[in-house]
């Protein structure tokens, strides 16, 4: 892996001669670790990069604009990487992010995936109720157990048992590396309401004719979303949508299982 300044941005790339080029979709950084389960199988096969794009300043002003720009910004340096359609996997708020792409920029984009994605969707009180929590903690000041909420809400019982140690060194390794981490508190929850609602409308989500696939996990911890509903509301909304739902696994199922999501995700 290498890291390049491309626009302005941070680019963390792995670029293998001739090979499709997967853009790995997130506000959160690489350098957070949420990527680590997933890379080393899609660098077998694929070209992959991931952009910092940085915070959402004017997040408050209009989201709609700042997710419309953040796909602008990840289209253009996937087209100046490859310059023929590239594949675009995004996860929870980067599936926001990446349907503004395949809206905006379809003739770009060749595939899509969407990993436990966010959107309006199910019991929305709950998912308010949700947030009303993780905003309890983030005014604490506590980034630490904010995280650790994170992780032990986003696993299946089974993987915290088996992996403890593991999920306290996700915890450490996010806090350490991940930007969203040092938000001001105003913007994170900004931010993270924003992405709970929907910004693509019902006709654009019906006009999307590039393939795409949907992982979704079955369990529900993070009371906050993602979850199973949004998934599913959105596969209903995608004609051509494959969806694939794993049972086992909670929302973070990108870390959890992440070998079947690589394979599911190359396979599409």
């Known amino acids: 892996m290498e890291t390049r300044t491309i626009k302005g941005h941070t680019v963390h790339l792995a670029l293998r001669a001739d090979a499709d ?29 991931n952009v910092d794009l940085g915070s959402p300043h004017d997040i408050d002003a209009n989201p709609h604009k700042v997710l419309q720009h953040f796909a602008d910004t990840i289209v253009g340096i996937g087209f100046s990487l490859a310059a023929r359609p590239f594949h675009i996997l995004g996860w929870t708020g980067g599936a926001q992010i990446a349907l503004q792409a395949a809206t905006r920029h379809p003739r770009r984009i060749a595939s899509m995936t969407l990993v436990t994605p966010l959107c309006a969707a199910g019991e929305m009180r709950q998912v308010a109720a949700g947030l009303e929590i993780v905003e309890t903690i983030l005014r604490s000041g506590d980034w630490n157990t904010y995280a650790k909420h994170w992780f032990l809400a986003g696993f299946s019982d089974r993987f915290i ?26 913007m994170a929850m900004s931010w993270m309401r924003a992405l709970r609602q929907n910004w693509v409308t019902p006709a654009e989500l019906a006009a999307i004719a590039i393939p795409t696939l949907i992982l979704a996990g079955g369990q529900n911890r993070w009371h906050a979303g993602p979850s199973p509903e949004m998934a599913r509301e959105l596969h209903e909304r995608i004609p051509k949508s494959r969806a694939a739902h794993d049972g086992r696994a909670g929302p973070l199922l990108l870390l959890e299982a992440a070998a079947d999501a690589a394979t599911s995700s190359a396979s599409s």
């Open 21 to 49: 080029l997967v853009m790995l979709v997130r506000l959160a950084g690489r350098d957070g670790g949420v990527w680590d389960g997933i890379w080393p199988g899609l660098a077998k096969s694929f070209s992959v990069a």
């Open 161 to 186: 048992q088996d992996n403890f140690d593991r999920i306290e060194e996700m915890v450490r390794q996010r806090v350490a590396g991940d930007h969203f981490m040092s938000f001001d508190i105003d």
